[in-house]
């Protein structure tokens, strides 16, 4: 059984009685009842609910919006944040050459409207995890998406192929496409030698060095913890990240949807992180910490521990330390994995086939040979 649950019919859904769909009903509740911008301020989405059986996924639904935040925006995933990516990676000398490829690339993506797409359990988040389904329910999930939205592109972010090697598998069998999107860095006790110990003792260190230690966030902590992720996010990195509102954050406390952890030096916050997990696999989709003091007070260094502390406490779930900072997590043993979005677009009009077709192509044999080679 599939059921499509829109904006209009949300009032009177009532979502199956289990912990999966009551995490993905109360999360996605806010999005709906009070628009998608109200939660993240630079997203701009039609947000909706997808019922599998008994399975809940979050579902989005989009036109064009070219300065939405990547999460629901390929044109601002391919063209905006690769701009900027040479400048946060260092390689401000490739900009002569690639910025007007760029610019040409996205003239024809707009032309071929890259945006007009359907994003499939999309959390909104950098990093989204997968719960179990077979390939009769993608089957199912598709060709319901075909014909409810003949005209948009079907999408499936935040795949890799170590820890979704099954879900590739299925989509790949039922014609989907792979485009890779970007490199993520997975965490295992196997991986983890000597030389990465040694950065992670001095991480260690610091904790005992001044006196940190960890509270669970509570509601009163919203304001701190979107500066701290404001800070870094949107500040250091891209505005093109999430930009997570109050509401958002007070959300998934109010509902212990994510692990929110507060790094406290006495009694003064000085940065947090948010553990995603769907109870197999888990990741930080957020971390933010304090601009004000020196970079030796090593907030980054404590609050990436998250991982390794789960790892020593005998965790059996897979840890994602999502992109990057890839030189610090591939010294603490994380490994470089290719992430990939699967595409379905046989039912489209035979143009947009075809750019889509091209498009993947210099991504996954131009772009992606360069972010390995450069280990971003």
């Known amino acids: 059984m599939i059921k499509l649950i829109t904006k209009e019919e949300f009032a009177q859904y009532v979502p199956p009685k289990n912990e999966q769909a009551l995490f993905v009903y109360k999360y996605i509740k806010p999005f709906i009842e009070f628009g998608s911008e109200k939660i993240i301020s630079n997203l701009k989405t039609e947000p909706m609910l997808l019922e599998v059986d008994d399975t809940l996924l979050p579902l989005t639904k989009n036109e064009a919006d070219y300065k939405n935040s990547y999460v629901c925006s390929l044109y601002t995933h391919y063209i905006t944040y690769a701009k900027e990516e040479l400048d946060i990676v260092g390689a401000k000398g490739l900009k002569i050459f690639i910025n007007p490829f760029l610019d040409i690339l996205g003239l024809i993506a707009k032309l071929f409207k890259i945006n007009k797409v359907v994003i499939v359990n999309n959390f909104a988040l950098s990093t989204n995890l997968y719960y179990p389904l077979n390939s009769k329910q993608y089957r199912i999930i598709l060709d319901t998406l075909k014909q409810k939205f003949p005209q948009h592109l079907i999408l499936f972010r935040s795949l890799n192929e170590d820890f979704n090697e099954d879900e590739i598998k299925i989509l790949s069998s039922l014609n989907c496409s792979k485009i890779a999107s970007r490199r993520v860095y997975l965490l295992k006790k196997e991986n983890i ?184």
């Open 193 to 376: 030698k000597t030389t990465h110990q040694k950065h992670i003792k001095k991480d260690k260190a610091l904790m005992k060095k001044y006196n940190y230690h960890f509270e669970k966030g509570s509601i009163e902590d919203t304001p701190a913890i979107k500066q701290f992720y404001d800070g870094l996010y949107l500040g250091k990195y891209s505005k093109q990240n999430p930009a997570f509102t109050e509401a958002f954050f007070k959300n998934v406390i109010e509902n212990s949807l994510f692990n929110i952890q507060i790094l406290k030096c006495k009694n003064d916050s000085k940065g947090f992180y948010g553990l995603f997990s769907n109870g197999m696999d888990v990741t930080a989709s957020m971390i933010g910490y304090s601009k004000k003091e020196d970079s030796s007070a090593g907030f980054y260094r404590v609050l990436s521990l998250w991982g390794v502390n789960l790892i020593e406490q005998g965790s059996s779930l897979k840890i994602n330390r999502s992109s990057g900072v890839s030189d610090s997590k591939r010294f603490r043993g994380a490994v470089g994995e290719t992430e990939y979005s699967m595409f379905f677009s046989k039912h489209l009009p035979l143009h947009r086939r075809i750019f889509f077709s091209i498009f993947s192509l210099l991504i996954n044999k131009i772009a992606l040979p360069i972010m390995i080679r450069r280990n971003y």
